[in-house]
């Protein structure tokens, strides 16, 4: 396993298996005026494109899955004064074992 760590915080964990997994909570991370998910730039220049990532809410246990490709193809960088972010909007995410009422 592999932390990646930004500002001596954890940004997420590519793991044995190859998925990079970040741990999310969609009410504090998810850019709702984007209707997108956001991670930082250096995360994806540092992973090969077939990787899947994996984001995780356990408080909705919802995940949320697609590849740093198509986050690369279909990603918008911006910087909302946390550093270079690549958003995607969801519909390009799989959702995985959705047990949470619509919110949004």
């Not at 932390?3 to 954890?10: A, E, P, R």
């Not at 909302?80 to 949004?104: M, P």
Request: aromatic share 14%.
């Amino acid at each position: 396993m592999k932390n990646f760590i930004l500002n001596n915080k954890l940004i997420g964990t590519l793991r044995n298996d190859g998925v990079f997994y970040k741990s999310v909570d969609k009410t504090k991370h998810f850019m709702r005026s984007l209707m997108a998910w956001g991670i930082d730039s250096i995360v994806l220049t540092s992973l090969p494109p077939e990787t899947k990532i994996l984001l995780q809410d356990k408080r909705l246990k919802t995940q949320w899955e697609t590849t740093v490709g198509e986050w690369k193809n279909k990603g918008y960088e911006k910087n909302f004064g946390y550093g270079s972010q690549v958003f995607l909007d969801e519909k390009y995410f799989a959702i995985i074992n959705d047990k949470q009422s619509k919110l949004w």
